[in-house]
């Protein structure tokens, strides 16, 4: 049979049955067939709607407040909002976080050029993205970003809705931070700035970020807080430092996959609480300012800790090489009702008088540890140190020694090994004393 021969006989032009349709006709009536036969196939059948159940997707806009923006770099989606200063965020008004005592911002951030700067001035700054662990082929998707502006809070989020917008919403963010001269973000030193910055390198655009002051509250909650929290991530912060608590947040570890399903879909209530989140987030860096800033209050009046929050304040002023500023905090302490932080104020205060001179200072809050307990093992070997060094009362010293030996038990190999070498050390001095007395 030839070829021709086979056509005819599979569009069956010239037979029978054609019974002189038109070859349009023969055609439409091929195709029904055709078609019949491939939807019995599975590769045929009209693909199922997604997993999700989510049905037809829908628009981005429709869902968050926001417009499609362009630049000379291209469009992108903008979401601009105005948190008013009656606005809660957790247990605080958006007024009341205002204005931050920039002196303290300064000391949190270990930066002294912030000192200089108004709080106006910061751009806080949280980001999500393509991926967790960062890398080149990691994307910022949504920038999100906020700052203080006439008594409320402003939250402006960028979004590429596909990879060909990054470039525009990174111009956005160049033109925005020209009024700005500081950043704040949470873990942003480590994570956010860097992978801008690589973003900003691979788009061949200068990086706006490099040079800027930037206070990472990630650290100073950290020194602030680790003594009654064990969890310091933004979400557990957020519950016990500021009272505020999500519901139904997504998971951030769910927000790739997010944005991967949002690139096939774009279904627009893949990306809404994804928005949501990240707008949540930048009201808490600006809440979290705020509540670390109080905690450094010398007077403590309006500042909402317990004393150890206080102890942990003192300590970061004598990290910050601010001696003064830590006895202000310290000497308050020592009377308190809390008998563990009164003690360890006294030992970082003695401390402080010991390494500027003021000995009688120093001896008086040792000799009150002792009476207080007399098993005290740090006042024992410091007062034991001043009788041998200062007072050159070696039979005093001993005494002391002998008495942190004896309650030595708690102590490591390495201190006792010390205090042994300090009690033989007492002896021989006063052996050789008494020999030419």
């Known amino acids: 049979m030839s070829v021709i021969s086979r056509l005819q006989r599979l569009t069956g032009e010239g037979s029978k049955e054609s019974g002189g349709r038109s070859k349009a006709e023969q055609l439409s009536r091929l195709r029904e067939r055709i078609d019949a036969v491939l939807s019995r196939r599975p590769e045929g059948r009209k693909a199922e709607a997604p997993p999700s159940g989510r049905g037809r997707g829908v628009p981005l806009g429709d869902l968050v407040p926001g417009v499609e923006t362009t ?4 469009a992108f989606f903008c979401v601009n909002r105005v948190a008013g200063g009656s606005s809660r965020h957790g247990e605080r008004c ?3 976080l205002a204005p931050l005592d920039m002196e303290r911002l ?3 951030a270990n930066d ?5 700067l108004d709080y106006r001035q910061a751009l806080f700054l949280d980001t999500e993205t393509t991926g967790l662990a960062g890398g080149t082929g990691t994307v910022a998707f949504l920038i999100g970003l906020g700052w203080f502006e006439e008594g409320g809070f402003v939250t402006r989020q960028l979004f590429a809705r596909d990879y060909a917008e990054e470039r525009a919403t990174l111009l956005c963010l160049t033109e925005l931070l020209r ?3 500081f950043l704040v973000s949470f873990n942003g030193k480590a994570f956010d700035a860097n992978l801008l910055a690589a973003r900003f390198i691979m788009n061949r655009l200068p990086d706006p970020l490099a040079g800027l002051p930037h206070l990472d509250l990630l650290h100073p909650a950290r020194r602030l807080l680790s003594h009654r929290l064990s969890d310091r991530r933004l979400g557990a912060l957020e519950v016990a430092v500021l009272g505020f608590e999500r519901e139904g947040d997504i998971p951030g570890s769910e927000i790739p996959q997010r944005y991967f399903d949002w690139l096939r ?3 627009g209530r893949l990306m809404a609480d994804v928005f949501e989140h990240n707008r949540l987030d930048i ?6 300012a705020a509540q670390l800033a109080e905690l450094l209050d010398p007077d ?3 500042a909402r800790c317990h004393p150890g929050d206080r102890l942990a304040a003192a300590r970061l002023f004598l990290a910050r090489s601010c001696p003064y500023d830590a006895v202000r905090r310290l000497v308050p302490l020592i009377g308190g009702s809390c008998p563990e932080t009164a003690r360890e104020a006294g030992r970082e205060l003695s401390l402080v008088y010991k390494r500027s001179d003021q000995w009688p200072a120093a001896v008086a809050i040792w000799e009150e540890m002792v009476r207080r307990d007399g098993e005290d093992l740090f006042a024992l070997v410091e007062l034991a140190k001043w009788c041998e060094h200062r007072r050159r009362d070696f039979a005093q010293a001993l005494v002391l020694t002998m008495r942190a030996c004896a309650c030595a038990g708690r102590l490591s190999p390495d201190d006792r090994a010390d205090l042994a070498r300090r009690r033989e050390r007492l002896e021989r001095k006063l052996a050789s004393w008494k020999a030419v007395k």
Not at 112 to 116: M, S
């Open 71 to 74: 630049n000379e770099a291209g």
């Open 94 to 96: 958006i007024r009341d």
């Open 106 to 108: 300064a000391i949190l």
């Open 112 to 116: 002294p050029v912030l000192r200089g």
């Open 179 to 181: 009024g700005k001269r």
């Open 265 to 267: 879909l774009r279904d």
């Open 283 to 288: 009201l808490s860096l600006a809440a979290l």
């Open 300 to 302: 403590g009046e309006n």
